[in-house]
């Protein structure tokens, strides 16, 4: 079981920077990869970054690649913490974040994860 709990949204002005953290924990934790989504009102839940097991390799969306970098630290003592750093926000980027991890390679379909975090939001000011 791995249990995921996202902080660190808020309101940010348009062109600002936000950090949102994703501490997660469980039995070998440091295997899983790992993701975050994001979900506007009135809107389907999307990708906007993952993260390899390592923390080797990374994924993003088009609408974030550039401004957003996800990362990750894996602790020995099966807590692991991924990031996601948004630079240059836009108004577009307010949302919903969630956090979400997989036994297995990162990929950007939300449906192949197996769990996910309650969600911190992050609101964007223009």
């Known amino acids: 079981q791995v249990q995921l709990a996202e902080s660190g949204g808020g309101l940010v002005q348009a062109g600002g920077s936000l950090r949102v953290s994703c501490a997660a924990s469980?039995?070998?934790?440091?295997?899983?990869?790992m993701a975050w989504f994001r979900q506007a009102p009135r809107k389907e839940r999307e990708f906007v970054a993952a993260?390899?097991?390592?923390?080797?390799?990374?994924?993003?969306?088009d609408s974030v690649k550039g401004r957003f970098t996800i990362s990750r630290y894996n602790a020995m003592n099966s807590k692991n913490t991924v990031y996601l750093q948004m630079n240059s926000l836009k108004p577009e980027d307010t949302a919903v974040y969630y956090c979400?991890?997989?036994?297995?390679?990162?990929?950007?379909?939300?449906?192949?994860?197996?769990?996910w975090g309650q969600g911190t939001q992050v609101t964007v000011s223009s």
């Open positions: 979400a991890a997989r036994n297995f390679d990162a990929s950007p379909n939300l449906g192949v994860y197996d769990y």
């Open positions: 469980g039995r070998t934790v440091s295997s899983y990869a």
């Open positions: 993260i390899s097991r390592s923390g080797g390799t990374t994924y993003y969306a």
